[in-house]
């Protein structure tokens, strides 16, 4: 049998080429929800009230993976009158929903750590001594650390069948977003 030519090589190429196409025309894509633009949704009220100024706050986290999942959330808030701005009860809400995330700098470490794996395509979930491995303190540490954090920002606590504890956080927005913007 003779070796193969560039012209061969190249051929073979845009088969494959095609092949992958033609997969990926029959691949159903995921259902796509349209996201309210804060702008738009800030000169509507505008408009609405017919008042000149307003402020619109949001964030909006997308996840991709390599396998074709993927998700979005998003958040926004528009407001049109200086009473809509929060109330003194309502900050103090929002400091004491805070406080687990910026009061120890480790657990946002910690998230930052349990967010390496989806860059590789894996669940964003570390054993609990590997967490604190990475992480250089005591597991009594990441337990004390992640235990405010449990079915509150998304992270939960388990054991696989080898009775090892972990962590694994699905991304909640809000935590994703002082993890990253800060």
Known sequence: ????????????????RREIGELRAR??????????????????R??????????SVGHRITQIR???GSGTASYSVSIDAAADLPTDEQIAEKVA???????NPLV?????????????GKDKRRSKSD?????????AEVEAAMTPLLDRYEVT????????????WTGNTLAMTLLILG
């Open 108 to 120: 946002l470490r910690a998230l930052r750590d349990l967010a390496r794996p989806h860059f590789e």
């Open 131 to 139: 967490l604190a491995a990475s992480l250089g303190v005591g597991e």
């Open 66 to 68: 390599g396998d074709g």
């Open 157 to 168: 606590w388990g054991k696989d069948a080898s009775g090892q504890e972990y962590y694994e």
């Open 46 to 55: 505008l408009a609405e009230k017919d008042a000149l100024n307003g402020i």
């Open 27 to 44: 691949q159903t894509p995921p259902a796509r929800t349209e996201q309210p633009d804060a702008a738009d949704d800030l000169r509507q």
């Open 97 to 103: 929903r805070l406080a687990p995330l910026v009061q």
């Open 1 to 16: 049998m003779s070796e193969p030519t560039i012209a061969d090589i190249q051929t073979e190429i845009a088969a494959l």
